[in-house]
């Protein structure tokens, strides 16, 4: 039986072709099936072409699709006529107000993020991971949405599928640099488990206990966003306990394969 597309929709992004996608409805077999997107920075294959192919014409049919090779950066780029799908910049984040250009970025545990002026007709689709996030990397979309011609006062955004705290575990040295930057972004992390202490000859040595961390304060503390919570939509999907329905990057946090994400597949 064909499996079809798992496409979610953010009624924040009404009127504006766009979907986040699982991973069901491709063509790619094993471990890596079935709506497998990354190309690991190798020439694309048929079956990549075919996904591809399958997106364009459930999300916006006709249009040219245009991706990254993704580095877990802030950086943003502006997608034009020009855009070379064979040379693409390394980067997290494109901007367009070119019609009939389908933009998209690969996740796994991390936040897909996809903007829109309606107005002004400039949308943007971000890959915030934590480095990304932290850095700015949704600033630097918004910064490249306002040189087209958006208005951040009309800007509305919607975050898709990604893992959520309790699914993820870091070291107080992690909490660290996110306190650095901003004091107030301790409150996204509360205590984890400690795990057990390992054995070791002559005595036994307990790691620090580990935090559960949520996203960095990256909407709100600056008002990047400038806009009331209403119009910054969460997806209620959570990439951890719902697999199949999380970004087809297979990254290795999210269903523990080998397949790390290194710059999310590309």
């Given at each position: ?63 040219r699709f245009a ?49 829109a002026d309606h ?148």
């Amino acid at each position: 039986m064909t499996e079809t597309l798992t496409i979610l929709r953010a009624t924040a992004l009404d009127g504006v072709a766009h979907g986040f996608l699982g991973r069901t409805g491709g063509v790619t077999t094993g471990p890596t099936a079935s709506l497998d997107m990354g190309r690991r920075g190798l020439p694309p294959t048929l079956e990549l072409q075919e996904n591809q192919r399958r997106v364009i014409a459930a999300i916006a049919p006709g249009s040219r699709f245009a991706t990254l090779h993704q580095v877990h950066s802030p950086k943003a780029v502006i997608v034009d006529t020009d855009w070379d799908e064979d040379n693409r910049p390394h980067a997290d984040a494109l901007v367009t107000d070119r019609p009939g250009v389908l933009l998209g970025i690969l996740t796994a545990d991390c936040a897909p993020v996809l903007f829109a002026d309606h107005q002004a007709g400039v949308v943007a689709a971000a890959h915030a991971g934590w480095k990304g996030a932290l850095h700015g990397v949704t600033d630097a979309t918004i910064a490249r949405m306002e040189q087209l011609g958006a208005d951040r006062s009309r800007i509305v955004a919607a975050i898709g599928p990604c893992i959520a705290r309790a699914s993820y575990e870091v070291d107080d040295a992690f909490l660290a640099r996110f306190a650095a930057t901003d004091p107030a972004n301790e409150r996204f992390f509360t205590p984890g488990k400690a795990p057990p202490p390992p054995v070791r000859p002559g005595g036994l040595c307990r790691p620090p206990p580990r935090r559960r961390r949520g996203p960095p304060d990256r909407g709100t503390r600056r008002g990047h966003l400038c806009r009331p919570r209403a119009f910054l939509q969460l997806s209620p999907r959570h990439a951890r306990r719902r697999p199949r329905l999380r970004a087809p990057d297979f990254g290795d946090r999210i269903d523990g394969m080998t397949h790390r994400c290194d710059g999310c597949g590309n």
